[in-house]
Nanobody, 114 residues
Framework: QVQLVESGGGLVQAGGSLRLSCAASGRSVSWYAMKWFRQAPGKEREFVARISWSGSTYYADSVKGRFTISRDNAKNTVYLQMNSLKPEDTAIYYC????????WGQGTQVTVSS
C-alpha cells in the first residue's frame, strides 16, 4: 500500500503560478509512473500530466506548455509546476499511482481568479 498526500494548492490570480507536491509514503514509487488529475465542480475528473519512472512526460493538450511535471525519487515526491494559470484551471488536483490498483491522494484545491 501507499499513501499519497498533495499540497501546494491555493488561490492565485490569472497569469500566476503554483507548485503542487505529492508526497508518497508506505513504499517507494520510484519505479512507477505517476499522474496528476483534476476535477472541477460539476465535471468529471480529467487527466492532466504523467511522468514515467524514467522521467518521460506527457500532458493534456489543455495544459501543454504551461504545466511541468517532475519527480524526485530520493524524496518519493512528484511535483506539478503550473504557470500562466487560467480561471479554467480551477479544480481539485489529485495525484495518482497504479500499483496494480489505483491509489489517490485527498486532493489539493487550486482556485484561479480572473
Amino acid at each position: 500500500q501507499v499513501q499519497l498526500v498533495e499540497s501546494g494548492g491555493g488561490l492565485v490570480q490569472a497569469g500566476g503560478s503554483l507548485r503542487l507536491s505529492c508526497a508518497a509514503s508506505g513504499r517507494s514509487v520510484s519505479w512507477y509512473a505517476m499522474k496528476w488529475f483534476r476535477q472541477a465542480p460539476g465535471k468529471e475528473r480529467e487527466f492532466v500530466a504523467r511522468i514515467s519512472w524514467s522521467g518521460s512526460t506527457y500532458y493534456a493538450d489543455s495544459v501543454k506548455g504551461r504545466f511541468t511535471i517532475s519527480r524526485d525519487n530520493a524524496k518519493n515526491t512528484v511535483y506539478l509546476q503550473m504557470n500562466s494559470l487560467k480561471p479554467e484551471d480551477t479544480a481539485i488536483y489529485y495525484c495518482n499511482v497504479n500499483l496494480g490498483s489505483d491509489y489517490w491522494g485527498q486532493g489539493t484545491q487550486v482556485t484561479v481568479s480572473s
